[in-house]
């Protein structure tokens, strides 16, 4: 299972931090993404980090503004988000990729097996 959690309301210009928390699996053998679904938008994807998180992945539009990190001893990946702004409003959902050692950096929803039931972020003033 895949918990997320953090989101909430903050202003342009904000930060948050998201924690999606694991169990039932053997957390540091997987890649986990964060991926983001805003109303009427398809789900994208946003930043992965590789098992032993030593590779980091991030889509353009965030790149510079929010750092991915995990922590194996607490089974937990985050999400900082810095200087966030509108159009960063959306569900956030964290995923655990399929396969074992496996690192994909292109964000292929189908790639992923487990879902965490999302976090709302909104960004507004």
């Known amino acids: 299972q895949l918990q997320a959690c953090g989101g909430g309301l903050v202003q342009p210009g904000g930060s948050l931090r998201l924690s999606c928390a694991a169990s039932?699996?053997?957390?540091?053998?997987?890649?986990i993404g964060w991926f983001r679904q805003a109303p009427g938008k398809e789900r994208e994807g946003v930043s992965l980090?590789?098992?032993?998180?030593?590779?980091?992945y991030y889509r353009d539009s965030v790149k510079g503004r929010f750092t991915i990190s995990r922590d194996n001893a607490k089974n937990t990946v985050y999400l900082q988000m810095s200087s966030l702004k509108p159009e960063d409003t959306a569900v956030y959902y964290c995923?655990?990729?399929?396969?074992?050692?496996?690192?994909?950096?292109?964000?292929?929803?189908?790639?992923?097996?487990?879902w965490g039931q999302g976090t709302q972020v909104t960004v507004s003033s």
């Open positions: 995923a655990k990729v399929g396969l074992k050692f496996r690192i994909y950096t292109n964000f292929s929803r189908r790639l992923y097996d487990h």
């Open positions: 039932g699996f053997t957390f540091d053998d997987y890649t």
């Open positions: 980090i590789s098992w032993r998180g030593d590779r980091t």
